[in-house]
């Protein structure tokens, strides 16, 4: 056939390049050998445009309003979103299942999820455009999800918050889709589209951008999507200058995800600029968010007095505002402070008591945190088992969160804990050897996850880390500490955790990539 003669003699690269031109790629007449014309409608665009005409006018419709979701949606979705004129509410569920039928939509009955391929997708999107309903169906999807992430951030401190972060997962292109929308409704840059719906209610458009990339701070943190996130959240703010609430939380939110990255200059900008409206403004809570993370800040850069000092002013604010969440987590911090002021016994007990409020609440990944800060304090006071034991629980907890950056921190104080054995001069020398290069592999695959997300140490976390790999080297020769280190780097990320945990004794030998 000449057309696919055309793309079998195309390079990979060209047809790359040509996908989003899907259409044209495999148009044109085919001829078989004997010279016999084989219809058009065999064609890649002729074969869509045949199976649409033969739809009804409503399964058109609702295949059209379908082609706004990227990554499948669920039945409820479109219900929530399809849903107008001639489609009732009651119809979807057959009109999807005769779309099913029809090999049109795909149905997951393990995620009870339904999809496009996205040939049918870019095909409908067109003819929703056509249609000129694309701006009411885009503006509902992006509340439909709006409200989807803003109920899964209300839930990120309580019990259900793996449930709500893998669904959050599961629908995070919908979440592109709708931030995507938002930015093109604004700026203009629609590829010839209509928006004119989203332009007549822009401050609205506006508004949602910012209150997603707030509701999303949590998911996009936890999950390892820095920079993807924090390029969402810059842009949000872009649409947004005005000095309103929403854009202090939104400030906040971008200000969290550059700290993450360790970029402090700018985390500690966008943090004063949050303050200084929250402060306009006289939002108590939004003040005592904004004290504890520029608290933060001066942390990460070994300026423990003034840290303290911004740490005791939003506990001081939370407890007035009597938030038992927000005061885990200001006792949390200072005893972060306290730990690395030297006062262990006021680090135990101000982290002790964060811990017993974070597991009333039931926040798996507030929980995680103090149980590693223990860890830490029970470390530096040579209580190694029960550093490692503390250790082992966390790992588990931010395994079912998927906190890829969690994970890492979990590894690295693991491998810090095998100081036991490699700096004891009574140690085995047998055992001190496996000690070692089980730290080692644990560091090689922490490092390896760290730069799979764009998560670098903290200053104080690499002079740690740096007096743990000194030690190995003094244990390890050259060679053996890189075979290690490679072996870590090259585990996949239920691997290293099974590893880590006990469940498996054995590296992997060949190397593998990482997640």
Known sequence: ELAAARVNAMPVDKIAERLNQRFRLLLGTRTVPHGERIPRHQTLRASIDWSYDLLSEREQLLMQRLSVFSGGWTLEAAEAICVRDS?????????????????????????????????????????????????????????????????????????????????????????????????????????????????????TVAESGLRLVIALEHFWRVRGYLAEGRARQLQALANAPEPTSRRAGALNAAGTLAFRQGNYTESKKLYEESLSIARKLDKRSGIASMLNNLGMVAYAQGDYDDCRRLYGEALAIRRELEDRPQISASLNNLGSVAYRQGDFEAAKSLLAESLQLRREFGDAQGIAGSLNNLAAVALAQGEYRTARSLHLESLPIRRDLRDRQGIAESLEALAETGREWFESPDADPAKKTEEAKRAVCLLGAARALRESIGAPLLPDELEENKRTVDGLHEVLDHGTFSTEWGKGGAMTLEEVIAYALGHSKKVPGSPKPTE
């Open 87 to 203: 489609i009732r509410e009651w119809e979807v569920l057959d009109l999807l299942t005769s779309l099913v039928g029809k090999s049109l939509v795909g149905y997951q009955p393990n995620e009870d999820r339904y999809r496009l391929l996205e040939t049918i997708r870019e095909y409908m999107s067109e003819q929703l455009q056509d249609d000129g309903g694309r701006d009411t169906t885009y503006v509902r999807h992006l509340s439909y999800y709006l409200e989807l992430a803003e109920e899964a951030d209300s839930e990120m401190g309580s019990p259900r918050q793996v449930e709500w972060l893998n669904r959050l997962e599961m629908e995070h292109d919908n979440f592109r889709a709708a931030m995507s929308f938002c930015n093109e409704a604004l700026t203009g840059c629609s590829n010839n589209l209509s928006f004119e719906a989203a332009k007549t209610t822009k401050v």
